[in-house]
């Protein structure tokens, strides 16, 4: 299975992963479901900044270009946001094992992501054991917003079904539970306007199927602090067809807390590509 055709696949993964919207303690619920999104998309205007954590692990399987393989995942991301500033790091480490035409091969590619303004840097190495390398390019709007994980939580929640579950803590804040029933349509929508293009098969509304989503919004200001999600995906064009099943869990928390991004020194001479898309 071409390997660089499977990362591309992957990238799909992400963008699905971007949409994906503690211990129980038991607490009464005391406001309605149609209270709960009304708070949480009044929410926006109140967050600064915010730390976040995502983990995603999941499989693929089937054929590419004739050719049989399967692809186990892991994905791990974790950094800090500055919406005011319009700023973002991010570092995330993914793990694939692939099995294709009786050969097996496990990689590991770390990257590192900053997002200043106007520019952007990404730091990774070429292959493993080589030396990072970073690229920079020009951030536009329609980019910065394909990245935001904390808005894009809350834009998943127009046109959707919310049910409030129970009350649960996480990090130590109280928050409501609820189940998440989103417009398909507007799921499928947004994946294409974020990831289509780059895509080696092209997503359906039938691509995304047994999707559910938990989210946890805290009581007091209804800010989005953990999501969980579980989804299968499938691509069919021609004889070829892939079907993988993935779960991502999310965290957000130290909401407007006073953070600095500073680029490292290694990206400071990083080779400029032009836009970056």
């Known amino acids: 299975m071409n390997k660089v055709a499977i990362l591309v696949i992957l990238v799909l993964l992400v963008g699905i992963a971007a949409a994906a919207c503690g211990g129980g303690d038991g607490g009464s619920v005391d406001i ?6 009304e708070g949480i998309l009044a929410s926006v205007d109140a ?8 983990d995603l692990d999941g499989g693929l399987k089937g054929t590419m270009e004739g050719e049989y393989g399967e692809i186990d995942l892991i994905m791990d991301c974790d950094g800090v946001i500055d919406m005011v500033d319009r700023e973002m790091q991010a570092d995330m480490s ?5 099995s294709a ?4 091969d496990e990689m590991t590619i770390p990257m590192r992501m900053y ?33 935001q994980l904390l808005s894009q939580q809350i834009d998943f929640l127009r046109g959707a079904e919310v049910r409030i579950l129970r009350t649960e803590s996480v990090k130590g804040t109280p928050c409501y539970v609820a ?26 509304k039938d691509s995304i199927s047994d999707y559910s989503a938990t989210g946890w919004y805290a009581k007091d200001t209804y800010f989005p602090m953990r999501s969980y999600v579980e989804y299968e995906v499938t691509f069919e064009e021609g004889g070829d067809r892939l079907t993988g ?13 006073p953070v600095s991004i500073q680029l490292p020194p290694e990206a400071e001479d990083a080779l400029y590509i032009g836009p970056l898309t």
């Open 32 to 37: 309605t479901d149609q209270e709960l999104i």
């Open 94 to 98: 993914t793990t694939m094992k692939i």
């Open 101 to 104: 035409e009786g050969e097996q």
């Open 179 to 204: 189940e998440i029933s989103p417009d398909m349509d507007a799921l499928y929508e947004m994946i294409r306007s974020q990831v289509g293009g780059a895509l080696v098969f092209e997503p359906t």
């Open 115 to 147: 997002f200043l303004g106007d520019m952007g840097y990404m730091g990774a190495p070429e292959g493993p054991g080589q030396p990072e390398e970073w690229i920079k390019g020009d951030m536009s709007q329609e980019l910065w917003e394909s990245q």
């Open 47 to 54: 967050q600064e900044t915010s730390r976040f954590e995502m």
């Open 245 to 257: 099943r993935y779960t991502v869990d999310m965290l957000f928390y130290d909401y407007n807390e």
